[in-house]
């Protein structure tokens, strides 16, 4: 599956207001932001994500995803606290 159709997808469907996908083979890194995430498990959270993609990891499309989940006030902090290198 590609980046951007993962990118797309997951958008979409749970209205995300930044988004980054990283791929190594069929291993996939998930970085989103979004409304949705706020009062939500970390575990309900990585199952909204995963939800969507269920069909390309059944297919074995994706094989491993590795998620991070973050309202955008917790984004903003991560990005102050931890700075892109």
């Known amino acids: 599956m590609e980046i951007k159709q993962i990118e ?8 995300l207001t930044e988004i980054y996908v990283r791929a190594e083979g069929s291993h996939y890194s998930v970085t989103a ?26 297919d074995g499309s994706i094989h491993a995803v590795s998620i991070k989940a973050f309202t955008p006030e917790q984004w903003r902090r991560e990005k102050l606290l931890n700075p892109p290198v």
């Not at 797309?8 to 209205?15: D, F, G, I, M, W």
């Not at 959270?45 to 069909?55: E, K, R, T, W």
């Open 8 to 15: 797309q997808l997951l958008t979409e469907q749970l209205q």
């Open 33 to 58: 932001v979004g409304n949705c995430f706020a009062d939500v498990s970390r575990v309900k959270q990585q199952q909204m994500i995963y939800a969507p993609l269920m069909s390309a990891i059944a």
